[in-house]
């Protein structure tokens, strides 16, 4: 599967951004979603992930409350609502697809990789 991550901008703290995730081919609902970020001269992190049906979630503890993963299985799309953004949430954002539904926040497990948004947040 090929992921075309978007909705990246600049974005005033505070303010609301929504994250998307298309992916080609008919066998989008077979993967684990996952959204992960890249702060400049830090190590990517895990922000999210997502079962195969949507019904169970996971967050990094830093973006609980504020950001929302969710998917339409419908449009081979997964989403990343982000709101009451911090300037510490600029990053590149990335989304990823995995088949086994262990150890989400691990980079390792994920097998397909969509090539990053851009997320500036400031003050």
């Known amino acids: 599967v090929q992921l075309q991550a978007s909705g990246g901008g600049l974005v005033l703290a505070g303010d609301s951004l929504r994250l998307s995730c298309a992916a080609s081919?008919?066998?989008?609902?077979?993967?684990?979603m996952g959204w992960f970020r890249q702060a400049p001269g830090k190590e990517r992190e895990f922000v999210a992930a997502?079962?195969?049906?949507?019904?169970?979630?996971t967050y990094a503890d830093s973006v609980k409350g504020r950001f929302t993963i969710f998917r339409d299985n419908a449009k081979n799309t997964a989403y990343l609502q982000m709101n009451s953004l911090k300037l510490e949430d600029t990053a590149v954002y990335y989304c990823?697809?995995?088949?086994?539904?262990?150890?989400?926040?691990?980079?390792?497990?994920?097998?397909?990789w969509g090539q990053g948004t851009l997320v500036t947040v400031s003050s």
């Open positions: 990823a697809g995995r088949m086994e539904y262990v150890q989400l926040s691990r980079e390792s497990g994920y097998e397909y």
């Open positions: 081919g008919r066998t989008f609902s077979r993967y684990i």
């Open positions: 997502i079962s195969r049906a949507g019904g169970s979630t």
